[in-house]
């Protein structure tokens, strides 16, 4: 079972960078495909990118393509995920979440992911 906590959410004017932080513990985090998601107010949780156990393949939302960059360090049980460009339509509660699901590509489909962080808020206003 692996443990996830995000961090590095903030309130950036819009044209702003951000770097969210998502730490693992327990099982090992090169065991794991790692997704990035988002929830805004009143809508769905949606799948922002993903990353493969070894780094290899990675997936954006056509929404984030160009803007974002998902990485990991899989020594320091660490999943980053750099906002650059962020728009008004980027706030959001950001989560992380692990699968097993994937091998040499990943996804973002919710029911895939396992196990959740607790969210980190971005908030992109003047």
């Known amino acids: 079972q692996v443990h996830l906590v995000e961090s590095g959410g903030a309130l950036v004017q819009p044209g702003g960078s951000l770097t969210l932080s998502c730490v693992t513990s327990?099982?090992?985090?090169?065991?794991?495909?790692i997704g990035w998601f988002r929830q805004a107010p009143g809508k769905e949780r949606e799948g922002v990118s993903c990353?493969?156990?070894?780094?290899?393949?990675?997936y954006y939302a056509d929404s984030v393509k160009g803007r974002f960059t998902i990485s990991r360090d899989n020594e320091k049980n660490m999943v980053y995920l750099q906002m650059n460009r962020l728009e008004p339509e980027d706030t959001a509660v950001y989560f992380c979440?692990?699968?097993?699901?994937?091998?040499?590509?990943?996804?973002?489909?919710?029911?895939?992911?396992?196990?959740w962080g607790q969210g980190t808020q971005v908030t992109v206003s003047s």
């Open positions: 979440a692990a699968t097993l699901f994937y091998q040499n590509v990943c996804g973002v489909r919710l029911s895939d992911y396992t196990s």
């Open positions: 327990g099982s090992p985090l090169k065991n794991y495909p």
């Open positions: 990353i493969t156990r070894g780094g290899g393949n990675t």
